[in-house]
Each structure stands twice: as C-alpha cells, then as structure tokens.
C-alpha cells in the first residue's frame, strides 16, 4: 500500500540518532525529575527552549508565558473547554482540519464556515456571518494549512485581526506547519501583527507543536496566550492530564538545546521540498487535466480537486484495491463539502515512490470513470 493519506513526518527524517542522544543525556542528568510528576505548565528548561525557538517566529515571549502541551491537539481541546460554551458559534476556514472541527464539537459549539478561495477570503460574507451572531473563537492555520495547504497572505492577515478586534473574536492561531517554508517568504503570525500593528496583547493564542518536526510520539506542543488567559488554560490542562510527559519535555528540551534542531529543519525542508515536487511533477505526467491543484509553499499537503468533477470517495474505492490511497476531501468540511475534492499528503512519498503511486491512482481514476459511464 502507498499511502498519500497522513500527515505524519516521514519515519526515515526523524533524527532518531538525535533523539536517542536526548534521551541518554536526559536520563542520565535528570533522573530525579523525569520519573517525577511535574508543573502543569512545564518544564523551565523546555520553556526556554521553546522561548529561544519561537524568536525565529517572530514572536519574543517570556518562558513564563509558555503553556507546553500533550501535543497541540490537547491545546485546542484546553483552548475550547475554556473558552465556549454549549450554542457558541466557532469560525473556520472552510475546509479545515478535521480534528479542529471534532474538538468544537466535543464543546456543544456551533462551527460557522467561510470558503477560501484562489481569491482569497470573502471578507464581506465574513461580515455579515458576525453581524448575524455573536462569534467567539476564530479558528485559523495560517501556514501551509492542513488540509489545503494554503497559506494567508500578510494582507489577508492583517484584514482578520482588524476584523477580530471589531468584532471582539478570539483568534486561535494553530501553525504546527510553521517551520516547515520551503519557498516564498516568512509571514508575520496573527501573533505578532495583533501586538505589533494593533497593539492588541489580548487577541490571539498561538499554538504550535514539535510533531512535525520533531517526533509526535513525544506528544508535545505548546501554546502561547495572552497573559490573562494563562492560569485559566493551565487548570482546563491540569484536570485534563496533570501535566505532559516529563520524560518527553526533558528529550525535547535537551534535543534543542543541543542545537541539532536548525540542521534537521534544514534538512527536513530539502527533502519534504523534493517529495513535494516529485509528486506535482507525477501528477502532471500521469494525470494531465485530471487534477487542479493547489501547489503549497510548505508543510505536507496538495489540495486538489477533479476537473470533472468525479466524487473522491468512489476514486478512493478503487484506489484501495490497487493499493494506494489518500483522503478524500470532503472529511474536512464543516458545511456542504466538495465531493470532489482530495488531500494528498507528501510527506512520506520519496521521489522515487512518487511515480508510482500517481500511476496507481490514475488506474483507479480510470476504473471509475468507466463505472461511472456504464451505470
Ligand atoms: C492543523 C493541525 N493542528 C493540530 C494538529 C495536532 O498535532 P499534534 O497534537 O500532534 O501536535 C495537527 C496534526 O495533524 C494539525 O494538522
């Protein structure tokens, strides 16, 4: 089976020599407080590290200010147990990842979509969705989105903060893709343009992870709110789970401060680049016209959709029986979804890979199509 369905990190660019380094020094120097219980919070030592790690975000914050967490999906569960009550209206990017969508529905909120188009946001439908109802949260991965690897443009940025502070919305901000640009130019997060271009300290909680770069079975990420909002989210944290691995944040901790972060990113980027144009130029060889794609700067996924408009999950039917497969689109919408659509991951398909399993995938285009033209 080749799988085009995850969005995991490819096994073979995990720094499993790096790591396994982390771990030793970390038994080895801290025995008395890995097999402890910990702060809620964290660990000092990892909120340095993340500190330190951040300023090449942007955004300089305080270690204090930190909140680490059992990977960023428990920081959007802390974020919606916190932050909505049973009716509250949630804004998301319409299609949205789909674990974002559960958690807001876990909390009895009711999400309210707005479409991202090759245009871009339709700031005027955004408008009239908040002058129906009073919007709490807006919900955004604004870099190299998953699932339609989009990124929002600085204008687009500073539009939905302007917009957020009118319409007093708390932005989440989730950009656990962030570190991974493989072209174009850095863009300011929601983060920094609400402290800096809005002087606004009170309208945005970032939320990143070390999944995608590092390792997900450490179970780390972390979040970064405004001040007022810190000791609410550590005690939603702390009935949840106490506190996160403390074993896990000393690895993470020590791998950073080891420095090898920088050269596995960069690395991680030639290859997840590599894979990423491999599979475009595949798709461009084996199914001309077939798919219109977007093409991402970063991260692990193509977004496409049939031209002709042939449903993904019949495709993915077929694909299944010759032994490839991916994620039909319609899984990350909120509202009416595009039967057509489909999110290709790249992550784990070398390039010599890439050929094939774009081959596979159009027998399985083919096969439905002639199924399709004998009902
Ligand atoms: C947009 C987005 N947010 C959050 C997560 C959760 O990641 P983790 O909990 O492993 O940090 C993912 C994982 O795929 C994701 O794509």
């Not at 073979?12 to 970390?26: Q, R, S, V, Y």
């Not at 707005?114 to 807006?138: C, N, P, W, Y």
């Not at 692990?300 to 029986?321: E, H, I, P, T, Y």
Request: hydrophobic fraction near 40%; proline fraction near 5%.
């Amino acid at each position: 089976m080749i799988s085009l369905a995850g969005g995991i990190p490819a096994p073979d660019l995990i720094d499993t020599e790096g790591l396994e380094a982390a771990t030793c020094h970390a038994i080895k120097s801290a025995p008395d407080n890995i097999y402890q219980y910990g702060l809620t919070e964290g660990e000092r030592f990892l909120r340095e590290e993340i500190a330190s790690h951040m300023v090449a975000q942007g955004i300089c914050v305080e270690p204090d200010h930190i909140l680490v967490t059992t990977g960023s999906q428990q920081a959007l569960d802390i974020v919606a147990r916190t932050f909505l009550d049973e009716g509250d209206s949630v804004l998301v990017e319409e299609p949205t990842y789909l674990a974002a969508l559960q958690v807001f529905d876990m909390a009895g909120a009711n999400t309210i979509a707005f479409q991202v188009d090759q245009h871009g946001i339709d700031f005027t439908r955004l408008e009239s969705l908040a002058a129906k109802r009073r919007i709490k949260l807006m919900y955004l991965v604004p870099n190299f989105s998953n699932p339609t690897g989009r990124t929002l443009p600085l204008a687009e940025r500073m539009d939905l903060v302007e917009f957020a502070i009118r319409h007093d919305i708390l932005i989440v901000e989730d950009d656990p893709y962030g570190d991974l640009r493989y072209d174009g130019d850095h863009v300011a997060s929601l983060f920094k343009i609400a402290e800096q271009s809005f002087n606004s300290k009170h309208r945005v909680i970032y939320i990143s992870s070390f999944s995608k770069t590092l390792a997900p079975g450490l179970r780390l990420g972390w979040c970064i709110p405004p001040e007022s909002y810190f000791h609410p989210l550590c005690r939603a944290k702390q009935s949840m789970d106490l506190h996160s691995s403390t074993l896990s944040q000393y690895i993470a901790g020590y791998y950073l401060k080891s420095g090898r972060l920088d050269n596995r990113l960069k690395l991680l980027k030639k290859a997840y680049k590599s894979r990423r144009d491999a599979l475009i130029k595949a798709i461009a060889e084996h199914l001309p016209g077939t798919l219109e794609l977007n093409v991402p700067e970063g991260g692990m996924f193509l977004w496409g959709r049939f031209s002709n408009g042939l449903d993904a999950s019949l495709v993915l039917k077929q694909a299944l029986s010759h032994n490839v497969m991916f994620v039909p689109g319609k899984y990350f919408y909120s509202g009416t979804p595009d039967l057509s659509s489909i999110r290709l991951s790249f992550s784990t398909i070398t390039p010599s890979l890439a050929d094939e399993a774009v081959k596979r995938l159009a027998i399985a285009i083919q096969k439905t199509e002639q199924l399709q033209a004998q009902e």
